[in-house]
């Protein structure tokens, strides 16, 4: 820079030399005063990420078994023994229901005599044979012959073990279809049997929440009843259908409910399904800030002043930002979560600086 040394009007040689100084003074680089004679400045502090703005949702929903069939027989006739009850809890083989077996016990002595006679029938053409009295042909029939009876009376066998229907797996008996001692044939349904190790609880979820929403924004659901209004049950995502019902535009959706501890809830109750999801959106890794906390580089980049609680001192922390929304300012690099920064008077800071948290700490 250039100075000039024309004669000044009206302030003579000392205002000259004031003027000269201030003008020096502007041109040498400023030195911030060192960190440790600074006073100890208040400054509000919040714990980064601490928690998510939610949004609570609530529905309706009933109680399903998580599985259910219905039991039927695979050879027909009397029905001889129903023993079980609708609503009754049977356990893992128990009987269901019996076929009156005298026909197929009889089938079985009938498949034994049959097999009995091709047996006969096979020594002797074999012994023929060795006599060169008969043709090979001959024997080969009769070989067929004794398989063909070994196969029926493996079936009369199986048919006999088919006459009696028992319990899969532990299981409530929803419904008896049938009654005792009527005649029934093949894949007729007798009774069916449900499992209650595990429910689940069908709701209808409308299309809009279906189609926005990820797993991961999901951050409680939960389903309770009326009959233990103190009590919260978890509930999982399992499935839901593929196609909106026609009229309401909603999508039903089944979450898995194990079986509650104390209490006999079955298919056909109602529940209260209440969901909690994250009002953040995009990535949901994403940590945001108040704008407030952000403080600008020369160039144009960002970064806060995160808080160390042990030595009450600041610390530079580089980020980079996103787009803000109503939310803050969504922070892409240089914040995991977690963090204390300070989110008013950042701009007074200087790095090292103590300062003293103003009022409580809060979360953002």
């Not at 419904?175 to 049997?193: Q, S």
């Not at 945001?288 to 160390?308: E, G, K, N, R, Y």
């Not at 609680?309 to 995991?336: A, F, H, M, N, Y």
């Amino acid at each position: 820079m250039s100075i000039s040394f024309g004669r000044s009007k009206g302030y003579g040689l000392a205002g000259f030399l004031f003027a000269s100084a201030a003008t020096l003074s502007a041109c040498k680089p400023s030195i911030p005063p060192a960190a440790a004679d600074q006073a100890i400045r208040p400054a509000r502090i919040v714990l980064v990420g601490a928690s998510q703005p939610e949004v609570a949702h609530q529905f309706v929903g009933r109680i399903e078994a998580a599985q259910s069939i219905d039991v039927t027989f695979e050879v027909g006739g009397p029905l001889q023994k129903l023993p079980v009850q609708e609503g009754q809890t049977v356990t893992k083989g128990t009987l269901i229901a019996a076929l009156d077996p005298t026909d197929l016990n009889l089938a079985i002595r009938e498949a034994k005599v049959q097999l009995k006679l091709a047996r006969q029938d096979l020594d002797r053409k074999q012994r023929m044979l060795a006599l060169r009295s008969i043709a090979p042909s001959a024997v080969d029939s009769a070989v067929a012959t004794y398989e063909l009876q070994q196969v029926r009376l493996e079936q009369a066998r199986e048919s006999l073990a088919d006459s009696r229907i028992t319990a899969p797996f532990d299981a409530y008996v929803a419904e008896r279809y049938v009654d005792n001692f009527v005649n029934v044939k093949a894949g007729d349904k007798i009774a069916r049997l449900n499992d209650l190790h595990e429910l689940l609880v069908i709701t209808s979820i409308p299309d809009h929440l279906l189609a926005t929403v990820s797993a991961d924004q999901v951050l409680n659901s939960s389903a309770s009843f009326t009959f233990a209004p103190d009590r919260r049950f978890p509930i999982s995502y399992r499935r839901n259908r593929g196609e909106a019902d026609a009229v309401a535009q909603t999508y039903e959706v089944a979450f898995a409910l194990p079986r509650p501890e104390g209490l006999n809830v079955l298919p056909g109750m109602t529940a209260k399904v209440d969901i909690k999801l994250s009002s953040r959106v995009g990535n949901p890794k994403v940590t945001h800030i108040p704008a407030t906390a952000l403080v600008s580089h020369p160039d144009t980049s960002f970064f806060v002043w995160q808080f160390d609680p042990d030595s009450q001192r600041v610390r530079r922390l580089d980020v980079e930002v996103g787009t803000p929304s109503k939310l803050g300012v969504p922070v892409l690099k240089g914040l995991q979560g977690g963090e204390l920064i300070v989110s008013s008077g950042a701009s007074q800071l200087q790095d090292g600086m103590e300062i003293r948290a103003l009022g409580d700490i809060t979360n953002y």
